[in-house]
């Protein structure tokens, strides 16, 4: 069964950066495009940005572009998330997950993560 484990989450104030990893074991990552999700409390989870297998492609929702950039590196079995510029709307529970494609995200795994917690606040 897959693993999935972020790490990373913090409180921190407007303006600063994070970066998440998550380290992903009972598959084989390099055949996986990976995404990262965020639900923040109340709301459904929501699209943040992917990256495909190779890492020659991503594509970003238009409220982290600019801001957020996803990477991975194989021989680790991590993909991130580094977060700049953060503001209180980004404050959500953040989750990778592995998916069809950059643009098809569709779940391919059965199980998520705990994810790690991000809280912008001043």
């Known amino acids: 069964q897959v693993q999935l484990v972020e790490s990373g989450g913090g409180l921190v104030q407007p303006g600063d950066s994070l970066r998440l990893s998550c380290v992903v074991s009972g598959r084989t990552f390099s055949n996986y495009t990976m995404g990262w999700f965020r639900q923040a409390p109340g709301k459904e989870r929501e699209f943040v940005t992917a990256?495909?297998?190779?890492?020659?492609?991503?594509r970003y929702a238009d409220s982290v572009k600019g801001r957020f950039t996803i990477s991975r590196d194989n021989a680790k079995n991590t993909v991130y998330l580094q977060m700049n510029n953060l503001k209180p709307e980004d404050t959500a529970v953040y989750h990778c997950?592995?998916?069809?494609?950059?643009?098809?995200?569709?779940?391919?795994?059965?199980?998520w993560g705990q994810g790690t917690l991000v809280t912008v606040s001043s």
């Open positions: 997950h592995g998916v069809r494609t950059i643009a098809d995200v569709v779940s391919r795994f059965e199980v």
């Open positions: 990256i495909s297998w190779s890492g020659g492609s991503t």
